[in-house]
């Protein structure tokens, strides 16, 4: 969970969002680094997935996007083009794997590729709830 950040709400709710140190230089493959392409588009379909794995509430998911769409395309130097398209396939494609989810089936009954980030959910909410609890007290 070292890139979740958690943040408490006036209302005492807790929300998520992604953490990143200070120290993080927001260097990735460059676009013309003599590197395969699918090694760029992998990581940054891989940070887009990150974001909605983790953000809890648009308002978090919007400014990781917008912060990832200003990484790739400023700093790493990506076609705008490409990082829209993989941005769209990646939401596309977590929206049909969370609306497909029955909530009344077991873990064991979800597609193996979901059961992986299945757990990696649940012990983000687990988490957060251990935080709350810990916030309480503070």
């Known amino acids: 969970f070292l890139d979740i950040?958690?943040?408490k709400n006036n209302n005492g709710s807790i929300s998520r969002g992604v953490f990143r140190k200070n120290t993080d230089t927001n260097i990735y493959l460059h676009w013309k680094s003599f590197a395969p392409d699918i090694w760029k588009i992998g990581t940054l379909k891989g940070l887009f997935r990150r974001a909605f794995l983790i953000c809890s509430e648009d308002v978090y998911l919007k400014k990781?996007?917008?912060h990832l769409k200003f990484v790739f395309t400023k700093i790493n130097k990506y076609p705008p083009q490409i990082v829209e398209k993989i941005?769209?396939?990646?939401?596309i494609k977590f929206k049909n794997e969370n609306s497909s989810i029955n909530t009344n089936q077991t873990i064991e009954a979800i597609e193996t590729p979901l059961v992986s980030e299945a757990i990696r959910v649940f012990d983000a909410i687990k988490a957060t709830k251990a935080i709350m609890e810990y916030l309480r007290y503070t």
């Open 5 to 7: 950040k958690v943040i």
């Open 64 to 66: 990781e996007i917008k």
């Open 87 to 91: 941005l769209n396939e990646v939401r």
